[in-house]
């Protein structure tokens, strides 16, 4: 009799029809092999990935959910959380470009370092293109000022995570591309343990990759989000003290000469002090948002 299942690949899909039938039977025979189990979301494509699925749809490992329409990256890995039942979960792209023998390194290291999550990490590794090399660049210097995160790789898409502490966060996640940058970020504030793993990247077996300017664009809004979210003093407290010393660098010499407050140095010690009222009302309702 097998011991029962410790982990789950999870594998999000989105018009892959043509890396569908070379990467998954790898992957199915894989699992088989290690007792692992496999969800694959089908977030609403539009090519033939329904149909290729449907050839694994009888696996005993394998369980496919499917979206009607595109919901996004993050949705589909968030409907693929709320049917993981194992201990461990790890998520990867079904375009070929995670190896498998990383699956396996991850899994034993999280339970050698007694992890709550380890990222695959890209550092020293060149980007597809040099635009998203700058977009990624720019990702982890904004998360890098403004929280301090203490990892390099933030929007790693692979990804192993104790299960349990994920879901108790799903309400926190996006839906959309920013969904890996939200999530490490999660655990970082939640106080969880997080390491990283150097991995390697293949190139893409086929098809080609939704990532794009557009993409950076929304990781970066969502990133300031949560970060508003978790931490508002981060950002709202130096707001207050910039507007509050500009009008005293303003005001004071005016002051001085004898020719009284100022207009300008009040109006920006006005916003000082309402920066800091909003960001004092921004920290207590993030103490009732984020008690999950």
Known sequence: MMNKPLLTLLLPCYNEDENIPVVLPEIEAFARAHNFKVIIVNDGSIDNSRSELARFAASDLITIAHHKLNKGYGAALKTGLQLC???YTITL???GQHRLVDVLNLFEQIKILDSDMIIGSRKGQKSASSWRGLGKFLIRLIAKILMQVPV???NSGMKIFRTDIAQRYLPLYPDGMSFSDIMTLTFVFKKNLVHEVPIKIEQRRAGKSTINLRTAIETANGIINIIVL???MRI???TALFFGLAGLIWGIPILLIGNGVSVGA??????AVLTLLLGLIAHQLSAMRTNV
């Open 85 to 87: 039942t194992t201990e």
């Open 93 to 95: 792209d079904i375009d």
């Open 152 to 154: 390099h790789d933030i």
């Open 230 to 232: 978790f931490n508002p």
């Open 236 to 238: 709202f407290l130096p």
């Open 266 to 271: 009040g109006l920006l010690i006005t916003v």
